[in-house]
Structures are given as C-alpha cells and as structure tokens.
C-alpha cells in the first residue's frame, strides 16, 4: 500500500526557523501530499518566507486570529488534512532527507503511529535514540523519552478521533503517547536519529517558566495529574520534581522552587533529582 503524508507544521514568531524547517521538508527523498502551516497568530511578520512556497500546489498556509497555543493549532491542521498518515514538525527542527521514508516503512510494518530519534542540531555528537522498535511502557512512566511533535505521525483516522488535549500548556506529546498506548495502539520507534532538534530555542521557554511564581507553575503538572494512575506514585512524584525544578538556574527564588517541589513530591524525590541533574552538568562540563 502506498501511503499519502500530510505534513503539518505549527509556528509562533520564527519566520526565518520556518523556512529551514519547510525546506527540509521539501528535501525529503519521500515527498507529502500536502505541506500545511498553521500560525499562531505571530506578531512577526512572515510574508517573505510565505511567498517561496504558496506558489506550490501541495502548500497550505493558515493563519489564527488569536494565540491559542500549539494544540490547538495542530488540531486545526488535523481538520485540513488529507493524505493518510499527518507527520507534524515544530517550526524550530528540521527532518533529515529520508524522515518521512522511514515513516512510512513504519507504517507498511503495520504502525498506527510513529516517533522517532533525533539529534542535537547543534552536535552531531549528541543522539537521542531509544532502542527497541514498539514504545516501551516502563519508558514513557520515566516521562518523554523518546521526542517532541518534530518525531511524531501517526494515521489520519486516529488523529481525527483521539485529538490533542488543547487544556495541556505542556507535555503534549507525552500525554498524547500515553493515551495511544493505553488504548492498545501500535505505537513504533524508529531506532535511529533522523531529525535535528534545535536545543537552543528552548530558551523562550526557560524564560517564561522562570517569570512564573511556583504556584503559577502548578499548571505544568496537568499532564502528569492528568495520567498519575498510569505513573504510579513513584514516577508521579518524579515528574512533579522535574516539571517543578526545570530551568532552576534561571529562576529568581530557587529556595521556594525547591520548597515547592519539597511539598509535592517529597524531600527524598526533590534532593534525587538535583543530585542527578547536578551530576550530568559536572559530566558534561568535563566531556566538553
């Protein structure tokens, strides 16, 4: 069976991202039926990078009044697409030539939905690759580690019918895998890096968690409160610590970070986890 992709691709104020993301796509050895960004309503302008690719028959641009965050977005993409399998990719990573053939050989090995591994875009040395080739239940209690939207498709029919939780300010993707697999979904992983994931741009994102308040942050946790029985206790409390104590360095009150996740996910959990992210930079620091 020969299957027909739909690429859809979010963006909010990355024009010039934008543009190395399409071009990827566009290079790929396996082209998609269709190319379909959606804006978040951006402030940015983007009708430069726009008018390259909506001279393409395959290339739909559309354009949210209002900022309504990425899930929303994506859905709206969902709505509009055609070809039977929909491959989503943030407007800050780019695909790899052969990302979306090896998509496909996923889903002709009878796939219902697909992640995949990645690497930094900044090191050709720093891979991110789980092993085996069915997404591991055990994993995805430890959080999300296997990749972002950027490594994500899965079947039209499915996507139309299970939806992203738009009520989600983060972990999408993790809540998204975990309600396929739940459900008893083929979920695939394709053991090997075939896109570049722009690491650097999380920094947008630091700074809005550490302009947060620890109660304002309380919101981060929905993911996790929203799959606790799936987590169990132990892993439960671990992510609270994590999502609580992300971006620590650049946060004004760290003791009250701290004292937070203290309070949610116990003194034990809360002094593992700054033990362990403490460890990996004195690792990193002495690699580099």
Known sequence: MGFTVSVVITTFNRPA????????????????????VVNDASSLPYEDIISEYEGRPEFVYKFLPSSSG?????????????????????????????????????????????VSGYQNLGSKHEVYVQPTEIVDEQVLRTGNQYCGMSGFSMKRELALRERFDEALPNGQDWDMYVRLHQAGYKLMNIPKAIFYYRFQNMDGIGAKVARMTPDEAVVRLRSADKHRQFLGDEHYRRRVAAQLLVYLPLKKQKLKWVIKSVHLAGLKVTLSHLLRVTTKKIRQRASS
């Not at 509009?80 to 090995?109: C, Q, R, S, V």
């Open 17 to 36: 991202e934008l543009k190395e993301a399409l071009d990827g796509v566009f290079a790929q050895i396996e082209q998609p039926k269709e190319v379909i």
């Open 70 to 114: 990425a899930n929303k977005a994506r859905n709206l993409g969902v709505d509009t697409a055609t070809g039977d399998i929909i491959a989503f990719l943030d407007d800050d990573d780019i695909w790899m030539p052969d990302y979306l053939l090896e998509h496909i050989n996923a889903y002709e090995k009878g796939a219902d939905a697909v």
